[in-house]
């Protein structure tokens, strides 16, 4: 049987880049942990970079694509779900 469909609307790009880079992201397929091939690996860490960058303010959205994310509920750059944060010890 075949993997379900993605429901996440997503865009496609195509990019060229070194052996070296193509190598890494071959070897983090084969950890397990970044998709299934080196495309998945690629946009996952493309997507975590983009959300570090959010996070540390080196990357802004404008009100208005914030809101638009925050409507289509995309906050997250990332395809996988977030998972609920457990509050931290006082």
Known sequence: M??????????QFTISTTPQVAELLKMLVQMGFYGKNPA??????LA???????????????????????????VSLSRRPRRKSRGKAS
Request: no cysteine; hydrophobic share 35%; charged share 35%.
């Open 2 to 11: 075949g993997r379900a469909r993605n429901h996440v609307d997503t865009n």
């Open 40 to 45: 998945e690996a690629a946009e996952r860490v």
């Open 48 to 74: 975590a970079e983009l959300n570090r960058l959010l996070r540390e303010g080196a990357l802004t959205l404008t009100n208005k694509s914030l809101s638009e994310l925050r409507a289509a509920n995309k």
